[in-house]
């Protein structure tokens, strides 16, 4: 399979990219992906995101990973956005640092980036 991997920090650190580099890397291997592409952001900059979803949309990945959710957007509507995109694109997320988000909450982020969420009465 298929892996991008996605990191980002809030600093210019390269202490930090090249630990969550590594840990992506490290969690690719064992479980035998194939890694296409890497993309890094620093701060607000995100031209590494947009990179990301420019590949997603060729459907080449099969698998994103990121250390935590929190790499793909600081709100939630951002994470939602996300995790729409890359199962709308047919890849799934992975995290290195962080057990992956169950089924259910996957679903709810998906439906709530489609504006689908059902109201309480």
């Known amino acids: 399979m298929r892996a991008f991997i996605y990191t980002r920090n809030a600093s210019p650190s390269s202490e930090e990219r090249d630990w969550q580099y590594e840990q992506c890397k490290t969690a690719a291997e064992e479980h035998h992906y194939e890694v ?3 993309a890094h952001d620093n701060g607000h900059e995100r031209s590494g995101l947009a990179t ?3 590949q997603l949309r060729t459907r080449d990945i099969d698998i994103v ?3 935590d959710h929190a ?13 729409d995109e890359i199962h709308r694109n047919g890849a799934q997320l992975l995290t290195c640092a962080e057990p992956p988000l169950p089924a259910s909450v996957t679903k709810m982020l998906v439906k709530f980036a ?4 059902d109201t309480p009465h």
């Open 36 to 38: 296409i592409g890497t």
């Open 52 to 54: 990301l979803i420019e």
């Open 65 to 67: 990973f990121t250390t």
């Open 71 to 83: 790499t793909l957007g600081p709100t939630i509507s951002a994470l939602a956005a996300m995790v």
């Open 114 to 117: 489609q504006g689908h969420l």
